[in-house]
């Protein structure tokens, strides 16, 4: 990827990640799950604005920024937070870690759900700012963490939910180990996907499949069916769910 980058210092005009989005984006429930509420991109939204500015205060002026993907809902993780508020008993008074958080949205079902504590691990600093805002407009904390923790240890969490994050051959790379080291410390990994290229699929167990739109397949995206699995250890690989 080739940036032509300009001083953000000198321009003055980097967008205040919180400011922009309150003004920007508008606060809706989600279609598969009303009692959350998102800040959502429109039409007029203009994300490329906020987008353009990279984790250094650096504006990049390309045709790649990186994409926003904290400002939709997805497929994966639409179904894994209505898996999850239709069956609290999953996280109630257990620590929960929402792994590429994005909006938040499977971590505040969680907190929703009785989760007695959320973690929501995101890359992308102003996903880590939409999220904090959408907590606070569905009454609930989440903590965040802004890095890649995939190559650490496990973190100290009961529950770790990853919605819809096979959807990269190198991201899948990074998380596939991780989530088996999450597994040998004895955490319980529930991942939520629409059936992306690189889901793991020998590794899974389908524990609901519900019908939502694909945010992925654009926006007069069809309704499809997409699963909640249970994620397993590879010794006791079993035949593709479905
Ligand atoms: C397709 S979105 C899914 C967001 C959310 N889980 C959902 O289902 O609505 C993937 C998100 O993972 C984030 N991400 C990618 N790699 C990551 C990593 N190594 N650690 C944390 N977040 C990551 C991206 O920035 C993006 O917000």
Redesign the pocket.
């Known amino acids: 990827m080739s940036h032509c980058i300009a001083d953000a210092v000198d321009t003055g005009t980097r967008p205040d990640p919180a400011e922009f989005i309150r003004a920007n984006m508008r606060i809706a429930a989600v279609p598969a799950i009303p009692e959350i509420r998102l800040y959502t991109a429109h039409p007029g939204s203009g994300l490329r604005r906020l987008v353009e500015w990279n984790q250094h205060g650096i504006e990049e002026v390309g045709p790649e920024p990186e994409p926003p ?2 400002a939709y ?2 497929a ?2 639409a179904v ?1 937070a209505r898996y999850i508020m239709d069956r609290p008993e999953t996280v109630a008074g257990r620590r929960v870690l ?6 938040g ?2 971590g505040i079902a969680a907190a929703k759900a009785g989760a007695s504590e959320v973690v929501a ?4 600093r102003n ?1 880590v700012v939409a999220l904090g805002l959408n907590a606070t407009a569905n009454g609930v904390v989440i903590a965040t963490i802004g890095e ?3 190559s650490g240890p496990p973190p100290p969490v009961d529950v770790m939910v990853v ?3 096979f ?1 990269a051959h190198d ?1 899948a790379g ?1 998380v596939l180990p991780f989530l088996d080291r999450c597994l040998g410390a004895g955490i319980a990994v529930l991942i ?1 996907d629409p059936g992306r290229a690189y889901l793991p699929r020998s590794r899974l167990r389908l524990l609901a499949e519900y019908e939502v739109p694909d945010v992925g397949e654009g926006r007069n995206a069809a309704m499809k069916p997409s699963g909640v699995f249970s994620f397993g250890p590879a010794s006791c690989e079993s035949r593709p769910s479905r």
Not at 98 to 103: I, K
Not at 121 to 124: F, L
């Open positions: 993907y904290w809902i997805w994966g993780g894994l929402d792994l590429g958080a994005g909006s949205l499977v691990a995101e890359i992308d996903g890649d923790i995939t919605g819809d994050l959807y991201l990074r939520g």
